[in-house]
């Protein structure tokens, strides 16, 4: 039943990819044959080129690359198909041009991949990657609110010092979220040998490796501010710190120990701030009151600053 799955899936690649070529449809045939119903083989560079080379002309052709895409990955009820889509749609917003990144669909929220339910029970090897997809349509879908927060990755090192305190604690959590959801990756243990799973761990873990260099530069951006933020912004670092203290074994390279030891380094700092003052009450060092400050100015001191939560969870 497996094998006839199969068949079915390269007919139908050969029949689309015909129809495109008569029709002299080249971005369809592009896109045919970088997302085919193959469950081991991910798209090829040249594939891969030729769609993002859409993005090159003028706004109208980016963003009829971009709705086929959309389409054959909205319709499809292959998981090979979807993950493959899914993979394209990775590239496009790490480096496609700035008028096909701009096409992409985006609500503003989450799920608008809407793919969280995908199935596909067609063989074993399909259910497998059915939990790759949604998983990997997630993790394409915080990368793309992340980049509307933070800008597309890498971001010029000097722009973190441009930034309001609230602009970079905004950008830092967009980018922990985005890590956060990296530790949640599928075990690959029972794929070893797909070239297409393997790929997509290849692309989200440099994924991880360039949201952690984000993050260290607005860490270090903290440590260098840290006396010129209210008691409320304060609260909010802290609480960052910590969910990003929790993303320690997310990725095991030699570079992020320089992250956690600034991490430590700025909780302990934060902890020997004296942050009480007029009999108890707390006062805010900067001109900005935040929510989290006005929320902060009615509490007594017996709150230990280094455990205490966002007052948005209060």
Not at 59 to 64: I, L, N, V
Not at 166 to 194: C, H, K
Request: aromatic content about 6%; some cysteine; charged content about 25%.
């Amino acid at each position: 039943m497996t094998k006839l799955k199969e068949l079915i899936g390269i007919m139908k690649d050969k029949a689309s990819q015909g129809k495109a070529a008569i029709l002299s449809k080249r971005a369809t045939l592009s896109l045919l044959r970088a997302t085919s119903h193959d469950s081991f083989a991910p798209p090829t560079r040249d594939h891969l080129s030729t769609l993002l080379s859409s993005g090159d002309g003028s706004r109208a052709t980016a963003s009829d690359a971009v709705d086929l895409l959309t389409g054959r990955l909205q319709t499809t009820q292959s998981s090979a198909v979807a993950l493959k889509c899914l993979i394209v749609v990775h590239h496009v917003i790490r480096r496609g041009s700035f008028i096909m990144r701009d096409q992409l669909p985006y609500s503003g929220g989450r799920n608008h991949l809407n793919l969280s339910k995908f199935r596909d029970k067609s063989s074993p090897v399909c259910w497998e990657l059915s939990l790759w997809v949604r998983w990997y349509a997630k993790h394409v879908e915080q990368l793309l609110w992340a980049s509307r927060i933070v800008g597309f990755l890498p971001t010029e090192k000097e722009k973190a010092s441009g930034l309001t305190n609230e602009e970079l604690l905004r950008e830092t959590e967009a980018l922990l979220t985005v890590l956060e959801g990296i530790g949640n990756i599928p075990n690959a243990a029972s794929m070893e040998g797909n070239r297409l799973v393997s790929e997509v761990a290849t692309l989200v873990e440099e994924d991880g490796v360039a949201v952690l260099s984000e993050i260290f530069l607005r860490v270090n951006e903290f440590r260098e501010r840290l006396v010129c933020l209210g008691f409320g912004e304060v609260v909010e670092l802290v609480y960052v710190l910590n969910r990003l203290g929790k993303c320690k074994e997310i990725l095991v390279i030699t570079e992020k120990q320089k992250l956690w030891d600034l991490v430590r380094e700025l909780k302990v700092k934060i902890e020997k701030m004296e942050v009480y003052r007029e009999e108890g009450k707390r006062t805010v060092t900067t001109q900005r009151a935040t929510k989290s400050d006005r929320f902060a100015l009615t509490l007594v001191n017996s709150v230990d600053l280094g455990r205490f939560p966002s007052a948005r969870f209060l």
